[in-house]
C-alpha cells in the first residue's frame, strides 16, 4: 500500500504575533516545515502536499519543489484546509498521513508507528493521541466507557468534564483515502470559533460504523503544537536537549546542556568538549578531541581534530587541526587556517587564508589576505585592504615576520622571511629577506622640562 502525506500550514499564526508565516519560524536554525518534511522524508513518503495561504509565496518559496504547494485562499478550518489537497491527490488510492506544519518535533518512528497501528486496525481514521498534564488548549479525546473513541472536541467547545480530559489530539492521522474527500464535504462550521474542524471526521466516521483507531505517543513532548513563541522556545529547547543528548551519547562531553545551543546538520566528534555558552549553528562541523567554548559563536564552521576556539566567533570559514583561536578573536567568512595556526585575542580576520604553523597572537586585522608558512604577525598589525571603493590583497610570504603596530597598505607584498620594523606603514613591496622600516628618526630634546616645554611638540 502507497503512502501520500498533506502538511496543514495555511494559517496566519495570529498567536506569534508576526509578519512572518508560523510555519517559516525556525527551531534549531530551520522552519517549523523544513523539520516536518525532513521527517516525511525519512519515513519515505511518495507524494507530499503542503496547504499553503497566508505568506503563500514565502512559503512556496522554501518548499523549492520537495512538495506540491496547493492554495487554500481563506483559512476556514482545519477540515477546509485538507479539502484543497484533494485535486493534487486525484487518482491516489491509499493512505494520506495529516500533519500539521507547527509540530515539529515529531519523530519518524512514531510516524512509522502510526500508519502500522491503521494498517494493523484496518481503520478508516487513525489519530495520534497523547497524555498531557496540562493540555489547554488542545482538542480532547472522548472515548466510550469501553475505550474507543468516539470524537474529538476542541478546548472552545468543551465542556467542564470535557476539559478535565488529559488526553489530547496531536492533529496527526492516518487516513484512508477512499471516501475521505466526500466525507470532509460533510463537514459543517457549527462550533464556537464557525470553523470547518478536521476533527468532527472522527465523530462522523464512528457515527457511519466506520473503523476509528488511536494510538497514544509515548512522548508527549514529541507532539507539541506550537501556536506562540513562548511555546517556541520550549520547543527549542526539547530540540537542542535532544540533539545534544544524542552528541554526548556518540562520546561528545557537553559541561553544561542547559548552556549550550546548536541548530540542524551539526556534527560533533568524539572527544570533543563543549563548555557552557557556546552556539553552534547550522553547517557547523567539529572534528575530534576539539573545545570549544565557553561563549563562542560558530556557524558554518568546519574544524578538523584538536582545535581549540575560546570566547571567539567564527562564520564560514574552514580550521585545519590543531588551530587556537581566541580568547575574543572573530573570524568571518572566507578565512582558511592551516594546521597548527594560532589566533590570539582582539585578532579579526576576513577573507584570509593563513598557512601552517603561523602566529597572530594579538590586536590585529587581517583581511582579504593569504599567509604564508610560520609567519609571525606583531601586536597592532593591521591590513589596510580598503580605500575607500575597492579592496586590495595583502601578501605575506613563508617566515616573514612582522614588526608589531606594522600597516600593511594593501595590494602589497612582504616576501618570505623579510622583516618589517615596528610601527611602520608599509606602501611598497618588500623582497625576501629583506628588512623593511618606514618611520621618522627618533629625536632627542635634552632638558625639555626644565626649558619649560610642554606637552608634544
Ligand atoms: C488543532 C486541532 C486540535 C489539536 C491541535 C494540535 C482542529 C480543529 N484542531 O488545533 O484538535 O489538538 O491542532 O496541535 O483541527 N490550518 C490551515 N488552514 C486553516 C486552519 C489551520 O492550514 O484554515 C493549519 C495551521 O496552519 C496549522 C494547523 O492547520 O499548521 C493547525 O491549525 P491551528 O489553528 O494551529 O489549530 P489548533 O487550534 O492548534
Ligand atoms: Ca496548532
Given at each position: 500500500?502507497?503512502?501520500?502525506?498533506?502538511?496543514?500550514?495555511?494559517?496566519?499564526?495570529?498567536?506569534?504575533?508576526?509578519?512572518?508565516?508560523?510555519?517559516?519560524?525556525?527551531?534549531?536554525?530551520?522552519?517549523?516545515?523544513?523539520?516536518?518534511?525532513?521527517?516525511?522524508?525519512?519515513?519515505?513518503?511518495?507524494?507530499?502536499?503542503?496547504?499553503?495561504?497566508?505568506?503563500?509565496?514565502?512559503?512556496?518559496?522554501?518548499?523549492?519543489?520537495?512538495?506540491?504547494?496547493?492554495?487554500?485562499?481563506?483559512?476556514?478550518?482545519?477540515?477546509?484546509?485538507?479539502?484543497?489537497?484533494?485535486?493534487?491527490?486525484?487518482?491516489?488510492?491509499?493512505?494520506?498521513?495529516?500533519?500539521?506544519?507547527?509540530?515539529?518535533?515529531?519523530?519518524?518512528?512514531?510516524?512509522?508507528?502510526?500508519?502500522?497501528?491503521?494498517?494493523?486496525?484496518?481503520?478508516?481514521?487513525?489519530?495520534?493521541?497523547?497524555?498531557?498534564?496540562?493540555?489547554?488548549?488542545?482538542?480532547?479525546?472522548?472515548?466510550?466507557?469501553?475505550?474507543?473513541?468516539?470524537?474529538?472536541?476542541?478546548?472552545?467547545?468543551?465542556?467542564?468534564?470535557?476539559?478535565?480530559?488529559?488526553?489530547?489530539?496531536?492533529?496527526?492521522?492516518?487516513?484512508?483515502?477512499?471516501?475521505?474527500?466526500?466525507?470532509?464535504?460533510?463537514?459543517?462550521?457549527?462550533?464556537?470559533?464557525?470553523?470547518?474542524?478536521?476533527?468532527?471526521?472522527?465523530?462522523?466516521?464512528?457515527?457511519?460504523g466506520e473503523r476509528v483507531a488511536a494510538l497514544t505517543c509515548a512522548d508527549p513532548a514529541e507532539v507539541a503544537g506550537i501556536n506562540d513563541r513562548w511555546q517556541l522556545a520550549q520547543a527549542e529547547r526539547v530540540f537542542r536537549l535532544r540533539h545534544l543528548e544524542e552528541l554526548a551519547k556518540s562520546g561528545v562531553t557537553v559541561l553544561d546542556p542547559e548552556h549550550t545551543y546548536i541548530e540542524v546538520d551539526v556534527t560533533v566528534g568524539p572527544d570533543t568538549v563543549l563548555l557552557p555558552g557556546t552556539y553552534l549553528a547550522r553547517g557547523t562541523r567539529i572534528g575530534c578531541g576539539c573545545t570549544i567554548g565557553p561563549h563562542t559563536y560558530l556557524r558554518a564552521a568546519e574544524l578538523g581534530d584538536g582545535v581549540q576556539v575560546r570566547f571567539s566567533v567564527v562564520e564560514e570559514s574552514r580550521l585545519e587541526s590543531g588551530c587556537t583561536v581566541g580568547p575574543f578573536a572573530y573570524i568571518r567568512p572566507g578565512c582558511y587556517l592551516a594546521e597548527q595556526v594560532k589566533?590570539?585575542?582582539?585578532?579579526?580576520?576576513?577573507?584570509?587564508?593563513?598557512?601552517?604553523?603561523?602566529?597572530?597572537?594579538?590586536?590585529?586585522?587581517?583581511?582579504?589576505?593569504?599567509?604564508?608558512?610560520?609567519?609571525?604577525?606583531?601586536?597592532?598589525?593591521?591590513?589596510?585592504?580598503?580605500?575607500?571603493?575597492?579592496?586590495?590583497?595583502?601578501?605575506?610570504?613563508?617566515?616573514?615576520?612582522?614588526?608589531?603596530?606594522?600597516?600593511?597598505?594593501?595590494?602589497?607584498?612582504?616576501?618570505?622571511?623579510?622583516?618589517?620594523?615596528?610601527?611602520?606603514?608599509?606602501?611598497?613591496?618588500?623582497?625576501?629577506?629583506?628588512?623593511?622600516?618606514?618611520?621618522?628618526?627618533?629625536?632627542?630634546?635634552?632638558?625639555?622640562?626644565?626649558?619649560?616645554?610642554?606637552?608634544?611638540?
Amino acid at each position: 500500500m502507497t503512502l501520500a502525506a498533506v502538511i496543514l500550514a495555511a494559517g496566519k499564526g495570529t498567536r506569534m504575533k508576526s509578519e512572518l508565516p508560523k510555519v517559516l519560524h525556525p527551531l534549531g536554525g530551520q522552519p517549523m516545515l523544513g523539520h516536518v518534511l525532513d521527517t516525511l522524508a525519512a519515513c519515505r513518503v511518495e507524494k507530499v502536499v503542503v496547504v499553503a495561504g497566508h505568506g503563500l509565496e514565502q512559503v512556496a518559496a522554501y518548499v523549492d519543489g520537495r512538495a506540491q504547494v496547493v492554495c487554500q485562499e481563506q483559512q476556514l478550518g482545519t477540515a477546509h484546509a485538507l479539502l484543497m489537497a484533494e485535486s493534487a491527490l486525484e487518482g491516489y488510492a491509499g493512505d494520506i498521513l495529516v500533519l500539521c506544519g507547527d509540530t515539529p518535533l515529531l519523530r519518524p518512528g512514531t510516524l512509522e508507528q502510526l500508519v502500522r497501528e491503521h494498517r494493523r486496525q484496518q481503520a478508516a481514521a487513525t489519530v495520534l493521541t497523547a497524555q498531557l498534564a496540562d493540555p489547554t488548549g488542545y482538542g480532547r479525546v472522548i472515548r466510550e466507557a469501553d475505550g474507543r473513541v468516539s470524537r474529538i472536541v476542541e478546548q472552545k467547545d468543551a465542556t467542564a468534564d470535557e476539559l478535565a480530559v488529559k488526553e489530547i489530539n496531536t492533529g496527526l492521522y492516518c487516513l484512508r483515502s477512499t471516501g475521505l474527500f466526500a466525507a470532509l464535504k460533510e463537514i459543517r462550521p457549527q462550533n464556537a470559533q464557525g470553523e470547518y474542524y478536521l476533527t468532527d471526521i472522527i465523530g462522523l466516521y464512528v457515527g457511519r460504523g466506520e473503523r476509528v483507531a488511536a494510538l497514544t505517543c509515548a512522548d508527549p513532548a514529541e507532539v507539541a503544537g506550537i501556536n506562540d513563541r513562548w511555546q517556541l522556545a520550549q520547543a527549542e529547547r526539547v530540540f537542542r536537549l535532544r540533539h545534544l543528548e544524542e552528541l554526548a551519547k556518540s562520546g561528545v562531553t557537553v559541561l553544561d546542556p542547559e548552556h549550550t545551543y546548536i541548530e540542524v546538520d551539526v556534527t560533533v566528534g568524539p572527544d570533543t568538549v563543549l563548555l557552557p555558552g557556546t552556539y553552534l549553528a547550522r553547517g557547523t562541523r567539529i572534528g575530534c578531541g576539539c573545545t570549544i567554548g565557553p561563549h563562542t559563536y560558530l556557524r558554518a564552521a568546519e574544524l578538523g581534530d584538536g582545535v581549540q576556539v575560546r570566547f571567539s566567533v567564527v562564520e564560514e570559514s574552514r580550521l585545519e587541526s590543531g588551530c587556537t583561536v581566541g580568547p575574543f578573536a572573530y573570524i568571518r567568512p572566507g578565512c582558511y587556517l592551516a594546521e597548527q595556526v594560532k589566533v590570539g585575542d582582539f585578532v579579526e580576520l576576513k577573507k584570509a587564508t593563513v598557512g601552517p604553523g603561523s602566529k597572530i597572537p594579538h590586536l590585529s586585522y587581517i583581511g582579504d589576505a593569504t599567509l604564508g608558512s610560520s609567519v609571525n604577525i606583531g601586536a597592532g598589525t593591521i591590513t589596510c585592504n580598503y580605500d575607500g571603493k575597492n579592496k586590495w590583497p595583502t601578501v605575506v610570504e613563508d617566515g616573514a615576520f612582522i614588526g608589531s603596530n606594522t600597516n600593511l597598505v594593501a595590494p602589497v607584498t612582504v616576501g618570505a622571511g623579510a622583516v618589517t620594523g615596528a610601527g611602520s606603514t608599509i606602501t611598497k613591496d618588500v623582497p625576501a629577506g629583506a628588512l623593511a622600516v618606514e618611520r621618522a628618526k627618533q629625536k632627542i630634546v635634552p632638558d625639555w622640562k626644565k626649558k619649560g616645554g610642554q606637552g608634544g611638540e
